[in-house]
């Protein structure tokens, strides 16, 4: 019994603690790790901010660019905005609440009516996120000028 306490005593002694350099590298290096890792969840998530935008803005762009090729056409000539225009689509109501929009812009001639009668127009579409252009896209119709 004598013995083992000795020997007990003998190792409570040898043992000494972390001294406070080694305990501050140890932190420098934890919260170097640290900082790393937060930069890149937040490039992370920014990226995907970033690609949810665009994939939503498409996706809005691509049914009004549809939209515009179903209804009928009207002129550059005749063209008059809040009275004859191309129609938007209704955004979803899920994107509208996020603040989703699209634009489109008054044609404008590219190819003014000639001997056939046929002109081609070029409509900008805007895909917009709270007021901020996202994507663009330029439509390019033709079709009798009347």
């Known amino acids: 019994m004598r013995r083992l306490k000795k020997i007990l005593l003998k190792i409570a002694r040898d043992q000494r603690g972390f001294t406070l350099i080694e305990v501050l590298v140890s932190l420098a290096i934890v919260s170097a790790i640290g900082v790393v890792l937060m930069d890149g969840l937040y490039s992370g998530n920014k990226s995907l901010q970033v690609s949810q935008e665009r994939t939503y803005a498409e996706s809005l762009l691509k049914s009004q660019v549809e939209y515009i090729k179903a209804q ?52 900008t579409v805007k895909a917009l996120h709270n007021g901020n252009t996202i994507l663009t896209i330029i439509v390019y119709r033709s079709g009798l000028a009347l």
């Open 72 to 123: 009928e056409y009207i002129s550059t000539v005749k063209y008059e905005p809040g009275v004859l225009e191309y129609q938007t689509i209704d955004v979803p109501d899920y994107l509208e609440s996020l603040g989703y929009t699209v634009e489109i812009s008054v044609p404008e001639p590219i190819e003014a009516a000639g001997f056939s009668g046929y002109e081609l127009q070029g409509i």
